[in-house]
């Protein structure tokens, strides 16, 4: 069990960071956090003494279930799961199905090490470092930090309604073996939008934002996975609706179980990404998304198709929590 590495940044500063990315601007270091917190406030709240103790109780008594936790803390039910689901948000600590499928906490880090350059605001910082001239003073690499947390939240008005549905998928592993393809071994992967439909590679068309999101997740230290070969790669589909159209991303049964915080790293990454794209064309407009999940390892998938407002992306998690059971 490692260490957890967390930054604190702005959220300007993380979507200054995502744009230099994109662009090619910036590439981060391998060393730096994975996991954001927008304040020592936000930090110190989540990671108080109380819920400290918490963890350290969780790894030293192993409880099966919440009410288990519930009797040992001295805690309400209700106060815990609030509070472990805030910790679940920043990777901290995972969920497990029990015995009568109860929800069984595990933490994922024996403890936290917080990277904190002495600096006012990131964001300020980062403005400096992501323009065109390639000079870069000392500790550039831990000045142009993010923050990634599961479910942004975008107080963001908009005309359209959120729409989440749960499918039955086709069986990616036996797709991957039809057409020809490699399958995803790190759990991760952006599909094609007609991968379900498609005969063969050479029908296999992205969407296109695919190369972008894709650019963000390797710089992100996300393990992507390729299911052709980069001369293969499927052609773009130039989007001809209103709607911003994404890749479709898959998450294995193993990735999702055993390090949820990737999960949660991707599924920040979109949604910023989203924020950004949007900014200055209208926050209103259509996103379209679907997450493929590996139910059962190799014999189970559900597709969750959404359909919203960029502040609706927040509600992903849940549905993935669903759509796993």
Known sequence: MKTLRVGIASREGYRKRTTAIAKGEYIPSKDEPRVWFESLGTLSQVLSDQNRDLLTLILQTHPQSLNELAERSGRATSNLSRTLRKMEQYGLVRFEQGPNRQLVPRVNYWGVELDLPFQVDASNRTRSLVGV?????????????????????????????????????????????????????????L???????????????????TSTIRKLFLNDGLPL??????????????????????????????????????VNIALNVVSNYVFDALRGVGMGREVKLEIVIEKTKGKEYRRITYSGPADGLKTLPDSIREASK
């Open 133 to 189: 001239d390639s000079q870069r003073e000392p500790g550039a690499q831990s000045a142009l930090r993010s923050r990634h947390h599961s479910s942004p939240i975008h107080n963001l008005s908009s005309g359209h309604n959120v729409s989440t549905n749960i499918t039955e998928y086709v069986n990616l592993a036996k797709k991957v073996a039809d057409l020809g393809c490699i399958y995803p071994e790190s759990g991760l992967a």
């Open 225 to 262: 996975s390729e299911i052709v070969e980069r001369s293969q790669r499927p052609p773009y589909v130039k989007n001809k609706s209103s709607a911003l159209v994404l890749p479709i991303i898959y998450f294995s049964a193993s990735l999702y179980s055993q390090n949820p915080t990737l």
């Open 191 to 209: 599909l094609p939008l007609n991968f379900e439909s498609a005969k063969s590679i050479a029908e296999l068309r992205h969407a296109s934002q």
